[in-house]
């Protein structure tokens, strides 16, 4: 008889929970028992492990094995225990001396050649044995500068299951020659990095790849526009732009993410966790330090935006842009019911999904740019009169996008098309990404400190029930809005993120608080209709 036992991870979402893998040997007809709620590529490593164990030059035990995973309760699915359950398993013959495994956390998938091959969730499965109090974790070498992420923790990275035995039995460790750079994972069929496909129509990127070639600049005009466009940055208020087709509407939004500041150090984390588990992390870069910019195709489905999928749920193109932006263009082209499901998460900030297998929660906190063409045709505007479109037709194309979805919007701005005189116009370039960058993130700076000691990071997270508690206008500042509220110009709802709004112009502008034009131009921004007030920040201060 012989008995092992080393450690693993469960991923529930973004959550990890430490699995106990205990491995009992007996006497008897040979077979493989492998308990504790796995799923069907779980089962599948009994036949993994075994021939990984055979050809790194063990032996497999002939007798009974069983392989318990503890707790039992928890579902447990994904190749990623194949390299605890081989180690349980040669400790349970005395390959390796069974003490030396207790205290050790074991993430990775084996070939049948024995090689340790990556696996989705490494830093989040990381994170949840530091916080268990596990010190030692063996992860695939090509994953462990993500492992390493995770302070108080030694990470071994191995090529093989041959390199392990040896570390832990203290033999010489042998050469493996590392695998193919950029091998795609079969895992990640459905979820592909730009330029490699994209099965479910969700595009995923980062602001890196906005910083070059991609500026404020370049945007001709739209002066409204680019304002609600740093207003949104500032603040984190939701966007909708509306225009006909080549006024500019997707350059501005993919200008968006790189005039937002780099994250901070646990919005990295976040981030990093829910790219990990989704496997989407770039090759060589572990660490996600920039806001991620998501753009599903109109044809996503629900699924596909807010998680799902058999199984244990897999996160959507909203988790995929938590601290970052979340793009929709032609958004009445997307299913009503998948734009439906965006209004839970725009207002708690997360995703609770339920399956048969277990309810898992992932982050959300994004900026939502919504962009639409104002009718079928895209020609229908107060300048325009190109449209031939009957009145029926535009009013079925404009309720694609229902009126509570809308009213969890902070910005809504007509894009207008550029005139011949705006095109021809030297030095009628607007202010560069990094002009707008830098009041950005002074604006940040001053909603941080004076969110300080609260849970939240930026105005448009704050409730309504605190602003206008503790952080409300200057004296008769919201009297128009006030009065829009009385006419059903604003619901209640639409009062509160008019305040919001106007804390961040006052940010943007150097106020301690917002005054009568800052509420003036929130207002104007809200509901599209003219003011009197300047749409430029700058104009304000």
């Not at 984390?269 to 806001?291: F, I, N, Q, R, Y």
């Not at 006052?506 to 009197?532: N, S």
């Given at each position: 008889m012989g008995f092992a036992r080393t450690c693993s991870v469960a991923l529930v979402g973004v959550e990890g929970v430490v699995v106990e893998v205990q491995a009992d040997l007996e006497p008897g007809v040979a077979a493989f028992t492998l308990v504790g709620l796995p799923d069907k590529s779980l089962t599948e490593s009994k036949d993994r492990v075994r021939a990984a164990v055979l050809n790194s030059g063990g032996e497999w035990p002939q007798k009974k094995l069983t392989v318990g995973l503890s707790p039992a309760s928890v579902p447990k699915g994904g190749s990623g225990f194949d390299l605890a359950i081989a180690c349980a398993a040669l400790g349970a013959s005395e390959r390796i001396d069974p003490r030396v495994l207790s205290d050790i956390v074991m993430i990775g998938e084996l070939g049948l050649d024995g090689r340790v091959r990556p696996v989705r969730g490494v830093l989040p499965a990381v994170l949840a044995a530091a916080d268990a109090g596990y010190e030692q974790v063996v992860v695939p070498e090509c994953a462990a500068a993500e492992a390493s992420l995770v302070p108080g923790v030694s990470v071994l990275g191995v090529r093989s299951l041959r390199q392990l035995i040896a570390v832990l039995t203290d033999e010489p460790v042998p050469d493996e020659d590392p695998d193919e750079q950029g091998r795609p994972d079969p895992l990640l069929a459905g979820l592909r990095m730009p330029g490699t496909g994209a099965a479910t129509g969700i595009h995923s990127m980062g602001a890196a790849q906005h910083e070059h070639g991609h500026d404020l600049?370049?945007?001709?005009?739209?002066?409204?526009?680019?304002?609600?466009?740093?207003?949104?940055?500032?603040?984190?208020?939701?966007?909708?732009?509306?225009?006909?087709?080549?006024?500019?509407?997707?350059?501005?939004?993919?200008?968006?993410?790189?005039?937002?500041?780099?994250?901070?150090?646990?919005?990295?984390?976040?981030?990093?966790?829910?790219?990990?588990?989704?496997?989407?992390?770039?090759?060589?870069?572990?660490?996600?330090?920039?806001?991620?910019?998501?753009?599903?195709?109109?044809?996503?489905?629900?699924?596909?935006?807010?998680?799902?999928?058999?199984?244990?749920?897999?996160?959507?193109?909203?988790?995929?842009?938590?601290?970052?932006?979340?793009?929709?263009?032609?958004?009445?082209?997307?299913?009503?019911?998948?734009?439906?499901?965006?209004?839970?998460?725009?207002?708690?900030?997360?995703?609770?999904?339920?399956?048969?297998?277990?309810?898992?929660?992932?982050?959300?906190?994004?900026?939502?740019?919504?962009?639409?063409?104002?009718?079928?045709?895209?020609?229908?505007?107060?300048?325009?009169?190109?449209?031939?479109?009957?009145?029926?037709?535009?009013?079925?194309?404009?309720?694609?996008?229902?009126?509570?979805?809308?009213?969890?919007?902070?910005?809504?701005?007509?894009?207008?098309?550029?005139?011949?005189?705006?095109?021809?116009?030297?030095?009628?370039?607007?202010?560069?990404?990094?002009?707008?960058?830098?009041?950005?993130?002074?604006?940040?700076?001053?909603?941080?400190?004076?969110?300080?000691?609260?849970?939240?990071?930026?105005?448009?997270?704050?409730?309504?029930?605190?602003?206008?508690?503790?952080?409300?206008?200057?004296?008769?500042?919201?009297?128009?809005?006030?009065?829009?509220?009385?006419?059903?110009?604003?619901?209640?709802?639409?009062?509160?993120?008019?305040?919001?709004?106007?804390?961040?112009?006052?940010?943007?502008?150097?106020?301690?608080?917002?005054?009568?034009?800052?509420?003036?131009?929130?207002?104007?921004?809200?509901?599209?209709?003219?003011?009197?007030?300047?749409?430029?920040?700058?104009?304000?201060s």
């Open positions: 600049a370049d945007v001709v005009g739209q002066h409204s526009a680019r304002t609600a466009v740093e207003v949104a940055a500032a603040g984190g208020h939701h966007l909708f732009l509306e225009g006909p087709p080549g006024a500019g509407k997707t350059m501005l939004a993919e200008r968006l993410p790189a005039i937002l500041p780099r994250l901070s150090q646990g919005e990295s984390l976040e981030v990093t966790a829910v790219h990990s588990v989704a496997g989407l992390l770039p090759p060589g870069k572990p660490m996600v330090d920039v806001a991620p910019y998501c753009a599903p195709h109109h044809s996503a489905t629900m699924q596909a935006l807010v998680g799902g999928g058999q199984g244990i749920a897999r996160p959507g193109a909203v988790s995929l842009a938590h601290r970052g932006i979340l793009f929709l263009d032609e958004t009445p082209e997307f299913s009503s019911q998948a734009l439906d499901a965006l209004r839970q998460p725009l207002e708690s900030g997360h995703v609770v999904i339920a399956r048969s297998a277990g309810v898992v929660r992932f982050p959300a906190r994004f900026l939502m740019v919504l962009a639409a063409n104002p009718c079928p045709c895209g020609r229908f505007s107060q300048r325009d009169t190109l449209c031939e479109c009957p009145p029926s037709a535009i009013r079925r194309y404009q309720a694609r996008l229902s009126g509570p979805l809308l009213d969890r919007v902070d910005l809504r701005v007509e894009v207008d098309r550029v005139t011949r005189s705006e095109l021809t116009e030297r030095g009628a370039r607007g202010e560069s990404t990094e002009t707008v960058a830098d009041r950005v993130r002074a604006a940040r700076e001053r909603a941080a400190a004076r969110l300080t000691g609260t849970p939240w990071r930026t105005n448009s997270e704050v409730p309504g029930r605190e602003l206008r508690s503790q952080w409300y206008a200057s004296v008769g500042a919201m009297d128009e809005a006030e009065r829009s509220l009385e006419r059903g110009v604003l619901t209640a709802r639409g009062l509160d993120r008019v305040l919001r709004v106007a804390w961040t112009v006052a940010d943007l502008v150097g106020h301690d608080r917002p005054r009568a034009t800052d509420v003036a131009l929130a207002l104007q921004l809200r509901t599209g209709v003219p003011r009197g007030v300047p749409m430029a920040i700058g104009a304000l």
